[in-house]
């Protein structure tokens, strides 16, 4: 149960700045997904809150206390690794006691609350194994398992499930929105799998080059994204972005096709280029303006189909969803605007609102 | 449990390895210098060693069969058990010769400064002979050597670090291990670089300070290479140590650094009794042999680690 601040902070390793700034509030019993693209410092943002990495300024707070320089146990942080991380030479249990035996705490004792975690983690028939005798899966188990015993104020994840099969993913998945549920504790969850924000986050913060693009809720980040780098990470497949001409205050061109967007609250230029944000499931099947496209690449996934193929003069690149079709390579189809949820950006990619 | 997932093993290989029959005699062929060796130059003298041990033929090849009369006499030998008391001794500073090599690895591990260049100085003895170590340090440790001299400069009495029985077998050790630990720190230092980061890192959020960081997670993940060490070592001691004691004390003063190797050469070159010589090597053979055996199993205890 803890709240966490970020202020200001940065992290440099020599002349390579990495954390370039980053403020952020996550409140008590929050699940805070961390996005980006590899490479963009969600890894080292973790481990600076966790204590392992320094920081180079600003400060961190949890519980409006500030532990920027403790050692990670006095931040009663728990932290769980993408490689597990687990003492080879310790069995499960051994493992999963292991803070609490430095506490000091009696064996029968700690004993008690490793079979209380195993329970929840229904890996009670392994504490007497070793990790090299259980499966990946198990051993992500287990790493939970011992940061759950500590009953930490913050647990964080990093990547956590990336070492696993597909399927084992999705269930791993849903058993730490579950065990969330039950703990209600406050989890920092890093990923660059924008599938695995969407679904666990209850707001996701969005990582670009070491500086937060967005915060907020997955379905704000989807709907309402305020870049064309939001807008393109999160959503799979990606928004297809179309360059358009402002043609009116309101109103832009694509292909002689003139498209209205009454939900502007600032006029266009007119004569200047934008780029018209528009998803997938949002191209088909709609009442608005439409255009022929031809159909290059089919990937039919079942009920839904991405059909992909270029529009207009330009020949610009768009992926179209379809449901319940079974489109085929070379077929023309009618796409349509929905134009009620498209997005704008400008030239310096920021959300025209 | 256990027996359960033994039961669903998959069923073994074919008996009889990789490869095609062809490439296996092939492979055997390949292997006959090799084992054409051992068997003339280990299994064959082993053999005709212990039947030597059953003699008491002296260099010229005169002698006769005289049963275990060379075992039963090495039983009542006093130097030959002297012999034996200084070997307990040496094995009794086997811990030195692990854990030394071992903090000083971690210590560089842990990026002290200049650890590099620690590293290449301690490894430096390692490449050096034993007898030119001996004879650097028959000048150092001399009663008049620079040893003393150094003492003496911070007002320390001259010790006799060869000359007195009970120093001499310590200070053979000490040159022993100074001109080994290198190895040791070699070792163990590319046994650290296999302990993985994240595993010392999650001791630290588990709340382990630098020393139960140290002594619970980073040296039991060690334990593999603390034994190779000590095997290593342990046979190291007791058979390259002749050149040391040869040119450092000749097994004196009396036979406080006669070890049970020193005593073969001497009892076969200098008293010309190949078959009581023959009989001690039989018995070091069983000796090592046995705790070697014993070493091996506690390594393949802990192969699943
Ligand atoms: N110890 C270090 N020394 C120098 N640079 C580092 C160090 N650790 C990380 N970096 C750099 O910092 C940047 C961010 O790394 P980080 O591991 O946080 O990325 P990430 O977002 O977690 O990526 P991924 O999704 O691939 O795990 C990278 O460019 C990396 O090269
Ligand atoms: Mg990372």
């Known amino acids: ?61 949890i519980d409006a206390e500030v532990v920027t320089d403790e050692e990670p146990f006095d931040r009663e942080i728990a932290m769980v690794f993408q490689s597990y991380a687990l003492y080879p030479h310790m069995t499960v249990a051994e493992n999963m006691a292991f803070a609490l035996r430095l506490q000091g705490m009696s064996k029968p004792e700690r004993r008690k609350v490793v079979e209380q975690a195993a329970e929840v983690l229904k890996i009670t028939p392994l504490l007497d194994r070793r990790p090299a005798q259980l499966s990946g899966g198990q051993r992500q188990r287990v ?3 011992r940061a759950i015993v500590r009953e930490p104020k913050v647990f964080l994840f990093d990547e956590p499930l990336s070492n696993l099969d597909a399927e084992l993913r999705v269930q791993m998945r849903i058993e730490i929105a579950r065990l969330h549920g039950e703990l209600k504790s406050t989890m920092i969850y890093v990923t660059h799998d924008q599938t695995e924000a969407m679904t666990m986050a209850d707001r996701i913060v969005v ?14 980040l989807y709907d309402d994204p305020d870049n064309m780098f939001v807008a393109g990470f999160i959503g799979s497949p990606k928004m297809n972005f179309l360059s358009v001409a402002a043609t009116g205050p309101r109103q832009v061109s694509l292909g002689g096709l003139s498209l209205d967007l009454p939900q502007l609250k600032n006029d266009l230029n007119v004569g200047t280029e934008y780029a018209l944000g528009v998803r997938p499931e949002h191209l088909f099947g709609g009442e608005g303006p439409g255009l022929t496209m031809q159909i290059e690449v089919v990937e039919q996934l079942g009920q839904t189909a991405y059909v992909h193929g270029r529009l207009g003069a330009e020949a610009q690149p768009v992926v179209v969803e379809l449901r319940d079709q079974r489109p085929k390579t070379g077929q023309t189809i009618e796409i349509t605007f929905d134009l009620s949820r498209a997005t704008l950006f400008d030239a310096q990619e920021q959300r025209v609102r | 449990m256990t027996v359960k997932t033994h039961k669903t093993k998959p069923p073994r290989k074919r008996r009889g390895g990789f490869g095609s029959k062809q490439e296996q005699r092939f492979a055997y062929l390949m292997l006959l210098p090799a084992l054409a060796l051992v068997l003339i130059f280990r299994v064959i003298p082993l053999i005709w060693g212990f039947f030597l041990s059953l003699t008491n033929v002296d260099t010229l090849g005169n002698g006769d069969w005289v049963g275990f009369a060379n075992y039963a006499r090495a039983a009542n030998d006093p130097t030959f058990q002297d012999s034996l008391i200084n070997t307990v001794i040496l094995l009794a500073t086997l811990p030195i010769w692990v854990m030394l090599p071992m903090l000083l690895a971690i210590l560089i591990h842990q990026g002290v ?26 000048v150092v440790l001399r009663y008049d050597g620079s040893l003393n ?15 007195s029985s009970s120093n001499a077998l310590g200070s053979l050790i000490a040159v022993q291990l100074w001109s080994t630990f290198g190895m040791g720190v070699l070792i163990f230092m590319s046994g650290l670089a296999t302990v993985p980061d994240d595993i010392i890192e999650a001791a630290r959020i588990d709340g382990a300070g630098f020393w139960q960081r140290l002594f619970l997670v980073i040296v ?6 603390i034994e190779f060490v000590a095997v290593v070592t342990t ?12 040119v450092l004390t000749g097994g004196g003063p009396g036979t406080s650094t006669t070890l049970p190797e020193f005593l073969i050469w001497l009892e076969q070159g200098k008293l010309n009794r190949p078959g009581y010589a023959a009989a001690i090597s039989m018995i070091l053979f069983v000796m090592m042999g046995g705790i070697a055996w014993m070493q091996v199993r506690i390594m393949s205890r802990n192969t699943n680690l």
Do not use: H
Not at chain 1, 41 to 50: D, F, H, Q, V
Not at chain 1, 213 to 218: D, K
Not at chain 2, 220 to 225: A, F, G, H, K
């Open chain 2, 149 to 163: 001299n150094m003492l003496g400069a911070v007002g320390i009495d001259a010790i006799d670090w060869l000359g």
């Open chain 2, 113 to 138: 400064p200049g650890g590099k260049f620690y590293r290449a100085v301690y490894f430096f003895p390692a490449v050096l002979s034993s007898v030119i170590i001996g004879a650097i340090f028959s």
């Open chain 1, 207 to 220: 990582l670009r080059d070491g500086l937060v693009e967005q915060v907020g809720a997955p379905t704000d």
């Open chain 1, 1 to 61: 149960m803890a709240e966490l601040a970020l202020q200001d902070v940065r992290k440099s390793f020599g002349a390579v700045d990495v954390i370039k700034g980053v403020d952020l509030e996550i409140k008590d019993g929050e699940f805070t997904v961390f996005v980006g693209p590899s490479g963009c410092g969600k890894s080292t943002l973790l481990r600076m809150i966790a204590g392992l990495e320094e920081v180079t300024s600003g400060d961190i707070m």
């Open chain 2, 220 to 225: 039991p993940s060690l334990r593999p290479i």
């Open chain 1, 143 to 145: 790493a939970i398992g």
């Open chain 2, 235 to 246: 046979i190291g001691v007791l058979t390259s140590m002749f050149g040391l004691i040869y």
